[in-house]
């Protein structure tokens, strides 16, 4: 099993570009998340998903859209992107509610010019 | 939604020493999770504990929760190197909430 995996590992953008960044997972789990992860702040939710073809907002999903249109992809997109959303972004993946164990993915850095 | 402070921000010890890590919360939780994170790398799981719980152990982890005093405590016993890494507490509510991590550093 791969379990959790991203696309890109690493991506610059100027502002106001626009990219989707790829989650996938293998293990058939029904929730899925997306976080970001600045220096000295921890994690923040961004979006979750508790099935397919649902999703939720976080605590931080200003400048985001997320789609889970399959069961084990959920797709994290920024339409017009700014210098403030420089960050490592996380996927995790969990088999019920947050209160699972949560897999996470190796992380996807993105840097906004 | 709340989020777990942990203390200290950052610890420095020797190989074969313990290392305590504690985390604080405002609200009552359903459960608190331990997460360590390599340099570079996603989060790993290290050990839930529920509510009603006071401690658990997995191999040389142990974890406490005092819930009358909103607090956890993780306890690695005989670091090694390898436990370098930074550690999290997250706090369940309807979503998991992830603190700010201790960075331990482990010298051969």
């Known amino acids: 099993n791969a379990g959790v995996t991203q696309t890109p590992k690493f991506r610059v953008l100027k502002t106001g570009q626009s990219m989707t960044l790829l989650c996938a997972q293998d293990?058939?789990?029904?929730?899925m998340y997306w976080y970001r992860q600045d220096p000295g702040m921890g994690l923040r939710l961004i979006h979750y998903?508790?099935?397919?073809?649902?999703?939720a907002k976080g605590e931080v999903p200003d400048g985001y859209n997320v789609s889970r249109l399959k069961k084990q992809n959920f797709l994290l997109g920024l339409e017009s992107a700014a210098p403030s959303q420089t960050s490592v972004y996380f996927c995790?993946?969990?088999?019920?509610?947050?209160?699972?164990?949560?897999?996470f993915g190796p992380g996807t850095r993105l840097t906004v010019l | 939604s709340q989020q777990g402070e942990e203390d200290p921000q950052a610890l420095s010890i020797q190989e074969g020493e313990n290392a305590t890590m504690n985390c604080s919360y405002k609200?009552?939780?359903?459960?608190l999770q331990w997460y360590r994170q390599n340099s570079g790398r996603g989060l790993v799981h290290l050990i839930l504990?529920?509510?009603?719980?006071r401690e658990k152990h997995s191999g040389r982890l142990r974890v406490t929760l005092d819930t009358s005093k909103k607090s956890s405590s993780l306890l690695i016993t005989a670091s090694r190197a390898a436990d370098t890494a930074s550690y999290f507490c997250?706090?369940?509510?309807?979503?998991?909430?992830f603190g700010k991590g201790t960075m331990l550093l482990v010298s051969p």
């Open positions: 995790a993946s969990s088999t019920g509610t947050s209160w699972n164990e949560q897999f």
């Open positions: 293990m058939n789990h029904e929730y």
């Open positions: 998903s508790v099935g397919e073809g649902t999703t």
């Open positions: 609200t009552s939780i359903n459960n």
């Open positions: 504990i529920r509510s009603n719980e």
């Open positions: 997250a706090t369940e509510d309807s979503t998991l909430t």
